[in-house]
């Protein structure tokens, strides 16, 4: 794999140290193309390539579902992880008590909280929640797992596969939050028995703001009831029968109306470099330049606290320090892109990194070594 030509996909290494996709990733050029493309046609061209453009993004939906292992039916496009989690929470009212981890990002959380759900909080051993403690943590009034993936804040990667047959084994429906995970660490909602699947393409999937999905299994379709409709939700929109309520059992019936086409497209674009690169070239790669960052920063002596195992490494380093935003504001100054998140600095590393990002990044955090 030539991982230069992977790096000039992404402009914004010439400027910058960006060690940040954990925060907001830069679009890849594939990705931006394909926004960019529509805005374009539209400006050209108005609304008369409206049919193409449903073509177009019901393409994007089949692609989506191939990367995670679904079918278009179960897929919808999204504004965030937000949005995608009330679709869900609104779907699951009134099931029972949802399970979730003390450390998640609020989109994992609120939602639930929102509408009166009863949300158990499971503390982490350290930074990871271990299948084991999860599975103590499981009572009769247990019906719904919440669980990002990997944790914003720690960089903590679950075994999906493994908490999916916990949810088996103890018939709980599981919902997953991959927005710190797509892209980059494969995902087959088959295997993993995820029932609900939630994310947002500004991270990890390179595609930018507006550009989220959520995938809904099919038993589920039939079930329950869609909370939220629009005129696209029927069996035949065409008809623009203002009074039919025959909704298809799709998860894009939840879209309501047109697509957002510009950021669906993006998306796709985004998923065509991944598929270009290779699912286990992308996660070898970040996986390899997570350790190789981890490494030097316990060789240097800082304080790293997100899991180096590589069975549980995400691309997600998290140095420990009170000092958080003063050295974040010194890195930033000499372009190096980092954040601060919960116990300290969150540093990230994506395919557009290299060795030499890191080690620049090593450097002036040695030369800033006395404010952790
Ligand atoms: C795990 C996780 N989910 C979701 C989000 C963002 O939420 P939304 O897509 O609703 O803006 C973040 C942002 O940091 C996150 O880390």
């Known amino acids: 794999m030539n991982w230069n030509d992977v790096r000039k996909e992404f402009p914004v290494c010439e400027k910058y140290v960006y060690l940040n996709p954990a925060g907001g990733s830069p679009l890849s050029t594939s990705a931006a193309k394909e926004g960019i493309r529509f805005y374009n046609e539209m400006n050209q061209f108005g609304d008369t390539l409206y049919e193409e453009w449903m073509d177009q993004a019901a393409c994007v939906r089949d692609k989506l579902a191939k990367f995670i292992g679904a079918t278009p039916e179960e897929i919808a496009f999204t504004s965030n992880t937000s949005q995608g989690m009330n679709f869900v929470s609104h779907m699951l009212k009134n099931k029972g008590n949802v399970l979730t981890m003390k450390n998640e990002f609020p989109s994992s959380t609120l939602p639930w909280l929102n509408i009166g759900f009863n949300v158990v909080m499971i503390e982490p051993n350290g930074v990871y929640y271990p ?31 493994a908490l999916g047959n916990l949810c088996k084994k103890y018939n709980l429906i599981f919902v997953v939050n991959a927005t710190q995970a797509m892209g980059i660490f494969p995902i087959d909602v088959e295997k993993s028995n995820i029932d609900f699947l939630v994310f947002s393409g500004l991270k990890w999937a390179t595609a930018g703001y507006g550009a989220g999905g959520l995938f809904i299994r099919k038993k589920w379709l039939s079930k ?44 796709g674009g985004a998923i065509d470099l991944f598929n270009k690169i290779g699912k286990k070239n992308v996660m070898n790669r970040v996986l390899e330049l997570s350790g190789y960052l981890s490494g030097e920063l316990i060789k240097y002596d800082f304080d790293v606290i997100s899991p180096i195992d590589e069975a549980h490494r995400s691309g997600i380093v998290m140095i420990k320090t009170q000092n958080a935003p003063e050295i974040v504001r010194c890195l930033n100054e000499k372009k190096i892109i980092v954040s601060s998140r919960g116990a300290g600095i969150r540093v990230s590393v994506s395919i557009f990194n290299n060795h030499n990002d890191i080690d620049i990044f090593i450097h002036e955090a040695k030369s800033v070594q006395h404010l952790f």
């Open 131 to 161: 299948i084991n403690k999860i599975e103590a943590s499981i009572n009769s009034d247990t019906r719904i797992l919440v669980s990002s993936y990997i944790q914003y804040s720690t960089g903590f990667r679950q075994d999906l596969e």
């Open 224 to 267: 329950l009831k869609l909370p939220f409709v629009g005129w696209q939700s029927v069996v035949n929109p065409g008809l623009m029968d203002n009074q039919q309520t025959s909704l298809r059992p799709e998860a894009s019936a939840l879209e309501g109306g047109c697509p957002s086409f510009p950021t669906v497209f993006a998306l």
